[in-house]
């Protein structure tokens, strides 16, 4: 094998034009684990996408919208503290 070949993996990691890449595989790692970090959260709220560090949530019913905007900056360092960085700093409910 020639020398100068690399995995796509330490490709994608470490060349600094595919930082846009990176940022994408992160946002959707927080959309992926929403409900291992919130279990309780499957019947009431649904990960839509990540845009900029804000984290887009769908939730139907305007008590539970109410409740989860109450508790926003817990929701947003248990996200941080399960993915060990800040990805996300504010969260956006959408309907």
Known sequence: MHSNFISLADAIEKDPALKKLRDKIKDGDVVANFYEVFKDFEKIAVPVKV?????FLRVEN??????LKFKEPI?????NNYLSEE????IKFVS
């Open 51 to 55: 845009e900029k560090g804000i984290l």
């Open 75 to 79: 929701i947003v360092e248990k996200i």
């Open 87 to 90: 990805r996300i700093k504010k």
């Open 62 to 67: 305007s008590v539970w919208r109410s409740e």
